[in-house]
T-cell receptor
Framework: KQEVTQIPAALSVPEGENLVLNCSFT??????LQWFRQDPGKGLTSLLL?????REQTSGRLNASLDKSSGRSTLYIAASQPGDSATYLC????????????FGTGTRLLVSP | ETGVTQSPTHLIKTRGQQVTLRCSSQ?????VSWYQQALGQGPQFIFQ???????GRGNFPPRFSGLQFPNYSSELNVNALELDDSALYLC?????????????FGPGTRLTVL
């Protein structure tokens, strides 16, 4: 059974700092891994998707890496801004016939001005 | 391109009642998945519909059921509501024929069971 863990559960940083969010998964047989952002009480916004054959993906100030052999993914946020404050969730898609995502519990990020 | 929409936004029900939540998938998407997110937790997979058939289910009892329509919109039905069913219900759509199958989520429906 796939289990996804995110560390830390919460993070508070001053504006401008570079930061790393961690995601680990127990079963390396994943189809892809997706990072999401969730604002309080809202739905999920897809940030980056990494296929199992890829090592990393970049979008603007965000960079996500994937190491299947160690069961880890990291989300790197450069030059953090107060608008980055949100909960960040990673989700591993199981390598089955349907598109089930297994989510971690998220990292709650607060960026102070 | 219209994104994923869900209705209603909020809903309050009492224990034992039945509820129907609705989801319109993003244009061009033929697969819809439903997730339950309890407060402070990550979303949990309920089930998925592809071309009007359920093709995958998570660890949820049969009182959670769904439908997908020819236009790929979907409904989630929950019977005999329990207090623990209080959660944010999220719908996600994707295009199965595309290589990446990236899932796009709607804003969710907040269900409160009293």
């Amino acid at each position: 059974k796939q289990e996804v863990t995110q560390i830390p559960a919460a993070l508070s940083v001053p504006e401008g700092e570079n930061l790393v969010l961690n995601c680990s998964f127990t079963d390396s047989a994943i189809y892809n891994l997706q990072w999401f952002r969730q604002d309080p009480g809202k739905g999920l916004t897809s940030l980056l998707l990494i296929q199992s054959s890829q090592r990393e993906q970049t979008s603007g100030r965000l960079n996500a890496s994937l190491d299947k052999s160690s069961g880890r993914s990291t989300l790197y946020i450069a030059a953090s801004q107060p608008g980055d404050s949100a909960t960040y969730l990673c989700a591993a898609r199981e390598n089955t016939g349907f598109q089930k995502l297994v989510f971690g519990t998220g990292t709650r990020l607060l960026v102070s001005p | 391109e219209t994104g994923v929409t869900q209705s209603p936004t909020h809903l309050i029900k009492t224990r034992g009642q039945q509820v129907t939540l609705r989801c319109s998938s993003q244009s061009g998407h033929n697969t819809v998945s439903w997730y339950q997110q309890a407060l402070g937790q990550g979303p949990q997979f309920i089930f998925q519909y592809y071309r009007e058939e359920e093709n995958g289910r998570g660890n949820f009892p049969p009182r959670f059921s769904g439908l997908q329509f020819p236009n790929y919109s979907s409904e989630l039905n929950v019977n005999a509501l329990e207090l623990d069913d209080s959660a944010l219900y999220l719908c996600a759509s994707s295009a199965s024929e595309r290589v990446y199958n990236e899932q796009f989520f709607g804003p969710g429906t907040r269900l409160t069971v009293l």
